[in-house]
């Protein structure tokens, strides 16, 4: 079994900064992709940005320039600092990560459990 556990998420004003992270756990021999989704109410869940294994990362245009993922292979975490938020960044954000188990020579895709970002004055 695998876990992701996310935190950091909350209510900030405009302008402000948050900083999301999420642990992966349990069966895990390898992850290659690491992220974040989001998603608004009545709105599909959309890519936030990405990050691979070897450190390759792609941004929505949407956050570039704003957004800033990170990850530490070492504790298999991956982080999500946002500043400059705007109320249209408001939504439940999601970690996703693709992780080959010890058990399995398939990859799977796993998420988080969610943590909500609201952005408001």
């Known amino acids: 079994q695998v876990q992701l556990v996310e935190s950091g998420g909350g209510l900030v004003q405009p302008g402000g900064s948050l900083r999301l992270s999420c642990t992966a756990s349990g069966n895990i021999f390898s992850i290659n992709v690491m992220g974040w989704y989001r998603q608004a109410p009545g709105s599909e869940r959309e890519l936030v940005t990405s990050i691979t294994s070897g450190g390759s990362i792609n941004y929505a245009d949407s956050v570039k320039g704003r957004f800033t993922i990170a990850r530490d292979n070492a504790k298999n975490a991956v982080y999500l600092q946002m500043n400059n938020l705007k109320p249209e960044d408001t939504a439940v954000y999601y970690c996703?990560?693709?992780?080959?188990?010890?058990?399995?020579?398939?990859?799977?895709?796993?998420w988080g459990q969610g943590t909500q970002v609201t952005v408001s004055s």
């Open positions: 996703n990560a693709i992780i080959q188990s010890w058990t399995s020579l398939v990859s799977s895709t796993y």
